[in-house]
Nanobody, 120 residues
Framework: VQLVESGGGLVQAGGSLRLSCAASGLTFLAYAMGWFRQAPGKERELVAAISSGGSTYYVDSVKGRFTIYRDNAKNTVYLQMNSLKPEDTAVYYC???????????????WGQGTQVTIYS
C-alpha cells in the first residue's frame, strides 16, 4: 500500500493550499481516508476524515476553512485549506482506515507527510 501526498508548501496567512493523496495497493472504496497533522512539540491530531460514502469529520479548529473530498475514480483524497493561519503550520499526513465511524478514525496505513508552513 502506498499513500503519496503532495501540495504542501509555504503560504502567507489568509491564503489557500490543496493537499492531494494518491492511494495505490488497496481497494480505495473500502477505506475511509483522513488527514492528520503534527506540529513541532505537539501530538499528531486528526484534522479531517471522509468515509467511502462521503460522511465527513472535521476537528473544530478547521471547520468552515478546510474541506475534505475524495475522487474514487482517481483513488485520491484531497484537503482544500482556505483562510490559513500560522497555527495550521505542521506536517500533514494522509491515512487510510477501515474505520466505519469517521470521528473514530484509526489508521491502517500512513503516507510520508508533506510540510505546510504558514507565515504572517
Amino acid at each position: 500500500v502506498q499513500l503519496v501526498e503532495s501540495g504542501g508548501g509555504l503560504v502567507q496567512a489568509g491564503g489557500s493550499l490543496r493537499l492531494s493523496c494518491a492511494a495505490s495497493g488497496l481497494t480505495f472504496l473500502a477505506y475511509a481516508m483522513g488527514w492528520f497533522r503534527q506540529a513541532p512539540g505537539k501530538e499528531r491530531e486528526l484534522v479531517a476524515a471522509i468515509s467511502s460514502g462521503g460522511s465527513t469529520y472535521y476537528v473544530d479548529s478547521v471547520k468552515g476553512r478546510f474541506t475534505i473530498y475524495r475522487d474514487n475514480a482517481k483513488n485520491t483524497v484531497y484537503l482544500q485549506m482556505n483562510s490559513l493561519k500560522p497555527e495550521d503550520t505542521a506536517v500533514y499526513y494522509c491515512a487510510a482506515s477501515l474505520t466505519v465511524i469517521v470521528s473514530r478514525f484509526n489508521p491502517n496505513y500512513w503516507g510520508q507527510g508533506t510540510q505546510v508552513t504558514i507565515y504572517s
